[in-house]
């Protein structure tokens, strides 16, 4: 079983930065694919940025050039740099990992999700 644990979110103001942190716990033989998610009020889980084990990153186009993913592999835990954040990210942030437990059997996860607030 494998846990991920989000912390860093919060209240901003528009301009401002944060950064969110993931960090997966348990029994993990190799993370294959980092992501961060966000869902808005009334709207449906959007991804925002992925990472994989091959250094592939992707972008939500409302969000290139502001956010920046990244890992430590040895701590596995994955980030989530946003700067120049805008009332529109306000959202639940999820982070989500595609885990092996072995070379055959990987899973899915998702951590609890935290709330980023950009407001004045």
């Known amino acids: 079983q494998v846990q991920l644990v989000e912390s860093g979110g919060g209240l901003v103001q528009p301009g401002g930065s944060l950064r969110l942190s993931c960090a997966a716990s348990g029994s993990i033989f190799s993370i294959y694919h980092m992501g961060w998610y966000r869902q808005a009020p009334g709207k449906q889980r959007e991804l925002v940025a992925a990472?994989?084990?091959?250094?592939?990153?992707n972008y939500a186009d409302s969000v290139k050039g502001r956010f920046t993913i990244s890992r430590d592999n040895a701590k596995n835990t994955w980030y989530l740099q946003m700067n120049s954040l805008k009332p529109e990210d306000t959202a639940v942030y999820y982070c989500n990992g595609v885990i092996g437990h072995s070379e055959y059997e990987a899973y899915d996860y998702w951590g609890q999700g935290t709330q980023v607030t950009v407001s004045s």
């Open positions: 990472l994989t084990s091959g250094d592939s990153t």
